[in-house]
């Protein structure tokens, strides 16, 4: 997701395999913890399953200071590098906190179909959001002995698996931070995941799940979600007319191609069409939030056409919590255009001096 990638760009501010030295420098060092057979929600098991993370600063004596982060939809930990230290778009504080980046299941980095060799593409199960919360949570209290974190957040997916977080683990965390996620997938979020997994589906290459060449179809699924990313009036905005074809040939030049990419890209998709918390937790979205312990800040854009921010709107007014609306034409975007970041690192230092409120773009000088 290109401008979440400048998320707040200005801002100052079977057992377990790991590496300890790294674990105790928090260098953001890519590692692994391997759990053997992974057992998931619905009954299947990924054998020989990995987890991959990345830390930054260092876990105090009382392991308290924790803060989870996990990927995006297609997402890997390094992107999320940016985000904790003392760079120009960081807003978690490693002097402060010790930030564990998670690489969520498919994103072919954790066990995924495309890097799995006893069950290798589509001969991957399908997984859940439950279940990348799940090995998140054996990855916080196995590896790193940590039985209640100072706040889990995430962007998109990661700001669903932040969600499901707090309702399946309420007293896990205490504060819960979902930027542009959801508790439920809406149709209008349902038939976007959808058209972009059967347009890979319907490629001939495809095969059924057993690649004969490239996967166009990708590059389709690519352009679905381009023109979702942002809104109408973003798009042009951003690309006019006469550079239409120019953008077109950029999308199918950074498409990837590959078989392995393909289901990772379909597995994901059919986790989020899956999302369904209120469903998980007694049936309706009220139930869902009485489970709710952790302080929750509840971040969406109302112009966002790739999530749908209704679910979490309501669920935001179901457990009091605050709610930080973008004013954005960047739609899903609106993260990289507006700065909630500071609102952000305050919530995390007295969630109590953070309230409802509408946070609007700042013009670029000049345009």
């Not at 400048?6 to 105790?24: D, E, N, R, W």
């Not at 989870?68 to 778009?89: C, I, R, V």
């Not at 990837?256 to 998980?280: K, V």
């Not at 009091?320 to 034409?329: E, G, K, R």
């Amino acid at each position: 997701m290109k401008n979440i990638l400048t998320f707040l760009l200005g801002v100052a501010f079977p057992f377990l395999a790991i590496a300890s030295s790294a674990l105790a420098q928090g260098d953001g060092a890519q590692q692994f913890a391997s759990f053997g057979d992974f057992r998931l929600q619905n009954g299947g098991v990924i054998h020989d399953f990995h987890v991959g993370y990345r830390t930054l600063g260092k876990l105090n004596t009382e392991k308290s200071n924790a803060i989870l982060f996990p990927t995006w939809l297609g997402g890997k930990s390094d992107d999320l590098l940016q985000f904790a230290g003392s760079g120009p778009s960081a807003y978690l504080d490693t002097k402060k906190y010790f930030v564990v980046l998670i690489d969520a299941i498919g994103d072919g980095v954790t066990s995924s179909p495309s890097n799995s060799k006893l069950q290798p593409l589509m001969e991957f199960p399908e997984f859940t959001i439950r279940d990348m919360v799940e090995a998140e949570h054996r990855l916080a209290t196995e590896v790193f002995h940590v039985e209640h974190a100072r706040a889990v957040t995430g962007i998109s997916m990661g700001g669903m698996q932040t969600f499901e977080w707090a309702a399946a683990y309420p007293d896990f965390m205490d504060e819960a931070i979902p930027i542009v996620g959801s508790t439920q997938s809406t149709s209008y979020d349902k038939l976007l995941w959808t058209s972009e997994i059967e347009v890979i589906e319907l490629d001939p290459a495809w095969n059924g799940g057993k690649p004969t060449g490239p996967i166009r179809g990708l590059a389709v699924a690519e352009e679905i979600s381009d023109m979702n990313l942002t809104s109408p009036p973003q798009h042009v905005k951003e690309t006019p007319s006469k550079d239409f074809e120019a953008e077109l040939a950029k999308i199918k030049k950074n498409s990837a191609s590959d078989g392995g990419t393909a289901a990772n890209y379909i597995r994901q998709r059919q986790a989020i069409n899956r999302l369904d918390i209120p469903a998980e937790f007694g049936g309706t979205a009220e139930s869902a939030a009485t489970r709710i312990h952790a302080k929750l800040l509840i971040i969406v854009s109302p112009e966002d056409h790739m999530v749908n921010p209704t679910p979490a709107i309501s669920f935001a007014g179901l457990t009091n919590a605050p709610l930080i609306l973008m004013d954005s034409s960047c739609g899903h975007e609106s993260p990289g255009c507006v700065s909630v970041g500071p609102l952000v690192a305050q919530f995390l230092a007295d969630p109590a001096s953070v309230h409802s409120q509408t946070v609007r773009e700042v013009p670029t000088p000049g345009k």
